[in-house]
């Protein structure tokens, strides 16, 4: 009974941590890779259960040499992204900022 109790409140404290940690994104830039090679970069609005993210003011590259030639993006605007087709996702990176 007591170690179900002590699991139950790792359990919870991993729970919260990652709220927080999800809290403390919201509104940054990301940077997120996807399955095909391209590369969205915009403000991290929201995500779900299902790892799909929401992106505002988000620009599209088709891949990473794009990213520092300025007129290389498509602007997308409020993007919904899968969660099966991400691969990475950088918060603050640079690149990003710059171009926001």
Known sequence: MNNEKCCTEITEE???SG???LHSWLNKSLKILLTDGR???GNFLCTDRDANI???ACLE???EEDLVQPDSSRTLGLVMIPGRHIVS???N???ANDYL
Do not use: D, R, T
Request: aromatic share 10%; proline share 0%; glycine share 4%.
């Open 14 to 16: 991993f729970q919260n």
């Open 19 to 21: 709220k927080e940690k």
């Open 39 to 41: 590369i969205l970069v």
């Open 54 to 56: 929401i992106l505002g």
């Open 61 to 63: 590259y088709m891949n």
């Open 89 to 91: 996702i950088h918060i």
């Open 93 to 95: 990176a640079s690149l």
